[in-house]
């Protein structure tokens, strides 16, 4: 259980990396335009944050400890913590750290770290206020950003989230599909409620190996009367990855709803 393995486990920890350091995401879109039309962009890769690091002038018991986890993580990992961000990050050194003197029985140690997708997490980030997106139903281009299968509907209103949705007919084949495709940690599902709305089955699986991260779950979208769109099912255990969440009608309902419609409205990814 190498994510149990800290780095720098408190904010005064002496192996805590010196402000000024550069963290940024790297590209993970391959992006391109024909001639006269416009972008487009398609996800390609799941990588994490990266943080360029610098311990300056730290005395000989701290550049050795460095010295020694960077050789016990060559070909593991362990965690770093942003504390300015209280985010916990998996992954390791991207190479060998650099150690120059810096007189005085100094020395100061430089080194990239970068996260790696996939592992497990000491801590998995919940703060979706402050780290999170919404995936809609569309983009602001009119292009779709879930994907159909069967029969959907098209519909806007100001309770649904982003004031527009994807819905069933009322009484739905069963053969209606809709998946969102993203690149992060864990999501949750936004939709209103009404009162000839059905039961929706939601899952979740990891792109890159097919696996189960959320077995498929039932989600109740009846209410009374309309009611605005809200986190309905919340899945934040999961590494960095990209990651298929998929909705299909179950053809049950609440007992006091009068139909079987379902919906696809917006996801939430934490990144």
């Given at each position: 259980m190498s994510e149990q393995n800290i780095l720098n486990p408190s904010a005064t920890s002496l192996l805590n990396f010196d402000w000024g350091y550069s963290e940024g995401l790297p590209e993970t879109d391959s992006v391109w335009q024909a001639a006269s039309g416009k972008d487009y962009s398609r996800l390609q890769l799941a990588r994490g944050r990266t943080y360029e690091l610098t311990w300056a002038k730290r005395d000989l018991a701290t550049a050795l400890a460095l010295q020694q986890w960077e050789r016990q993580y060559k070909r593991d990992f362990f965690t770093l913590v942003d504390w300015e961000k209280s985010r916990y990050f998996t992954g390791r050194f991207d190479g060998p750290l650099t150690y120059s003197p810096a007189g005085f029985n100094q020395w100061t140690i430089r080194g990239r770290f970068i996260e790696l997708p996939g592992v497990a997490m000491f801590s998995y980030p919940t703060n979706w206020?402050?780290?999170?997106?919404?995936?809609?139903?569309?983009?602001?281009?009119?292009?779709?950003?879930?994907?159909?299968?069967?029969?959907?509907?098209?519909?806007?209103?100001?309770?649904?989230?982003?004031?527009?949705?994807?819905?069933?007919?009322?009484?739905?084949?069963?053969?209606?599909?809709?998946?969102?495709?993203?690149?992060?940690?864990?999501?949750?599902?936004w939709s209103a409620k009404n009162n000839a709305w059905g039961i929706a089955q939601v899952s979740a699986t990891r792109v890159s190996d097919g696996s189960v991260v959320l077995a498929a779950t039932n989600v109740d979208l009846y209410a009374a009367s309309l009611t605005a769109s809200a986190a309905l099912l919340t899945k934040s255990d999961l590494p960095l990855g990209i990651y298929r969440v998929k909705i299909v009608p179950t053809l049950t309902k609440n007992a006091s709803s009068s139909n079987f419609l379902v919906t696809a409205d917006a996801i939430e990814v934490m990144q």
């Open positions: 206020t402050r780290d999170a997106m919404f995936l809609e139903e569309r983009n602001g281009f009119g292009e779709d950003l879930v994907k159909l299968g069967g029969t959907w509907a098209f519909n806007q209103n100001a309770s649904y989230h982003g004031g527009s949705q994807y819905n069933t007919a009322l009484a739905p084949s069963g053969n209606e599909t809709a998946e969102w495709l993203y690149l992060g940690y864990g999501f949750r599902l």
